[in-house]
């Protein structure tokens, strides 16, 4: 019901108002009057039994910081900021940064595919503005596998070892097909590494997190388990991924190993670029890093996996990554 002073207010008359009345505003109750519509006896039982609750916020994963105000060339976006990185792309962004000499100025977050702008691709590089190469404006994020990248990169670490697709993209196709395939077979198609070394690891950032969150990292455990299926399906071209394919996908890894183990045994030099590692260096090193360290076991769990054993037969790719870690870690 609305009273005759609301309607005189609505009206548009000119008389002044008593005085001795509050004002109706916008921000008044609403009466005690008002009727509200009756819950559908079906609804009433329903929420009668299973009442609406809420529950406290859950705090952010323990691994989730956010970066101090701090004069930074931007903001890098990568799985996780641990040393026992599962993550062969986030190794490899991290490293060429590390290696460019340019790694402490930015700032570092472990971030999530989800929160990935446009592609739902993790890392990335985030910056304050557009940055201008060549005459050129850059998107402002920039992911490590674009062209963008390496012409941004090379604007700020001039003395780091430019990209040369011509030359070795072929080469670095070879990682990111051949050796990336066996990686996504052993870590997340067989049962035990996918268990006890994806799994606990994705959990890791949820521990300290309320319970009501604790099936999250399940969830995306099976989602990403999912996902590296449909990968494995789409490089092969096969409908699905039978024993053979897994035959497959190993040797294919092993001709990759070789040719890189090749290329340094025919050029003489310490490192893939050459007398300095370069972009090709620090991709390989992010897949043979974690495939030396972990304790990756085969598809029936009773042995050590292929993969592992692979790499570990080729000194020269060994001896490649152990000069890459310790001239990481000395930076």
């Known amino acids: 019901m609305v009273d005759s002073a609301s309607a005189s207010d609505t009206s548009g008359s000119a008389s002044v108002p008593d005085q001795t009345k509050t004002p109706p505003s916008s921000t008044s109750q609403p009466s005690s009057n008002v009727m509200y519509m009756k819950v559908p006896s079906l609804i009433k039982t329903v929420f009668d039994k299973f009442p609406l609750v809420k529950y406290a916020e859950a705090p952010l994963p323990s691994a989730c910081i956010f970066p101090a105000p701090s004069k930074k060339l931007g903001t890098v976006f990568v799985h996780a900021i641990t040393d026992d990185l599962i993550y062969p792309q986030s190794i490899r962004l991290l490293t060429?940064?590390?290696?460019?000499?340019?790694?402490?100025?930015?700032?570092?977050?472990?971030?999530?595919?989800?929160?990935?702008?446009?592609?739902?691709?993790?890392?990335?590089?985030?910056?304050?503005?557009?940055?201008?190469?060549?005459?050129?404006?850059?998107?402002?994020?920039?992911?490590?596998?674009?062209?963008?990248?390496?012409?941004?990169?090379?604007?700020?670490?001039?003395?780091?070892?430019?990209?040369?697709?011509?030359?070795?993209?072929?080469?670095?196709?070879?990682?990111?097909?051949?050796?990336?395939?066996?990686?996504?077979?052993?870590?997340?198609?067989?049962?035990?590494?996918?268990?006890?070394?994806?799994?606990?690891?994705?959990?890791?950032?949820?521990?300290?997190?309320?319970?009501?969150?604790?099936?999250?990292?399940?969830?995306?455990?099976?989602?990403?388990?999912?996902?590296?299926?449909?990968?494995?399906?789409?490089?092969?071209?096969?409908?699905?991924?039978?024993e053979t394919t897994q035959k497959s996908i190993i040797a294919n890894a092993e001709e990759a190993l070789d040719a890189l183990a090749n290329l340094l045994a025919v050029s003489r030099t310490l490192y893939l670029n050459g007398g300095k590692p370069g972009v090709l260096d620090a991709a390989v090193y992010g897949y043979l890093w974690p495939i030396l360290n972990f304790d990756f076991k085969n598809m029936k769990g009773d042995g050590q996996a292929e993969l592992k054993t692979m790499v570990a037969e080729r000194k020269a790719l060994v001896d490649l990554v152990n000069r890459i870690h310790d001239q990481v870690c000395n930076l």
């Open 96 to 242: 060429i940064l590390k290696l460019a000499g340019v790694f402490d100025k930015f700032t570092t977050i472990p971030s999530s595919p989800h929160a990935a702008p446009k592609s739902g691709s993790v890392p990335y590089i985030f910056l304050p503005s557009r940055p201008k190469v060549d005459s050129d404006l850059l998107p402002r994020t920039i992911y490590p596998e674009s062209k963008a990248f390496y012409r941004w990169l090379a604007s700020i670490a001039p003395s780091f070892p430019a990209f040369d697709p011509a030359q070795q993209n072929p080469l670095l196709s070879l990682v990111d097909v051949r050796l990336r395939d066996a990686w996504v077979l052993t870590l997340y198609l067989y049962p035990l590494n996918y268990s006890s070394i994806f799994v606990p690891r994705l959990s890791h950032g949820y521990s300290q997190s309320d319970r009501s969150t604790s099936i999250l990292p399940q969830i995306l455990a099976y989602t990403t388990s999912h996902d590296a299926q449909k990968l494995l399906r789409r490089s092969t071209g096969v409908p699905r991924i039978t």
